[in-house]
T-cell receptor
Framework: AQTVTQSQPEMSVQEAETVTLSCTYD???????LFWYKQPPSRQMILVIR??????QNATENRFSVNFQKAAKSFSLKISDSQLGDAAMYFC?????????FGTGTSLTVIP | GAVVSQHPSWVICKSGTSVKIECRSL??????MFWYRQFPKQSLMLMAT?????????EQGVEKDKFLINHASLTLSTLTVTSAHPEDSSFYIC??????????????FGPGTRLTVL
């Protein structure tokens, strides 16, 4: 069965610093996709970044980047130059075929 | 692009009544829509997957007769909570995706609907 694990229920980071959120997943599939979603207090889910499993190059989106370790089934999110607006719940997600699986989330606090 | 709307954003109803929540893809056609339920400070729980023109596929433990899902068009899916009870109070989120999108493997989420059953 596919599962997604986020082992950090809460994280905090000083404004302008860097923080890494961890995510591991379990799958027997070779073709899949990984995502990080952000859910701010408004509760609107916002796509942060996505990674195709067949791509070796780590995805980046401005201050957000991932460290994708396929063999280790690890998919961490690095947020550089953290801003107050980055404070939110972050969910790691896995997709294969028509199935999506979400982790339990990491609550990120940004300290001014 | 890839905007998903939900209506209403918040609904309060009496126990025993039915409530309909609409999910629309505004600028794309969504062959597949998902319905999730989220409790406070918890992750999203997938309730069902619906494909346009066919019956929804419900996750284990989700009562299909209580949570009626209709995906009658490529831009609209509805979730009807029938005979709602206080334990149905929750945050309901829909999402949509379509293989025709450039980033076709990505789900796009609606803003959610808060249901409170008195």
């Amino acid at each position: 069965a596919q599962t997604v694990t986020q082992s950090q229920p809460e994280m905090s980071v000083q404004e302008a610093e860097t923080v890494t959120l961890s995510c591991t997943y379990d799958t027997s599939e070779s073709d899949y996709y990984l995502f990080w979603y952000k859910q701010p207090p408004s509760r609107q889910m916002i796509l942060v970044i996505r990674q195709e499993a067949y791509k070796q190059q780590n995805a980046t989106e401005n201050r957000f980047s991932v460290n994708f370790q396929k063999a280790a089934k690890s998919f961490s999110l690095k947020i550089s130059d953290s801003q107050l607006g980055d404070a939110a719940m972050y969910f790691c997600a896995y997709r294969s075929g028509n199935q999506f699986y979400f982790g339990t989330g990491t609550s990120l606090t940004v300290i001014p | 692009g890839a905007v998903v709307s939900q209506h209403p954003s918040w609904v309060i109803c009496k126990s025993g009544t039915s409530v309909k929540i609409e999910c629309r893809s505004l600028d794309f056609q969504a062959t597949t829509m998902f319905w999730y339920r989220q409790f406070p400070k918890q992750s999203l729980m997938l309730m069902a997957t619906s494909n346009e023109g066919s019956k929804a596929t419900y996750e284990q433990g989700v009562e299909k007769d209580k949570f009626l899902i209709n995906h009658a068009s490529l831009t609209l899916s509805t979730l009807t909570v029938t005979s709602a009870h206080p334990e149905d109070s929750s945050f309901y989120i829909c999402s949509a995706w379509d293989k025709a999108l450039a980033d076709r493997d990505t789900q796009y989420f609606g803003p959610g609907t808060r249901l409170t059953v008195l």
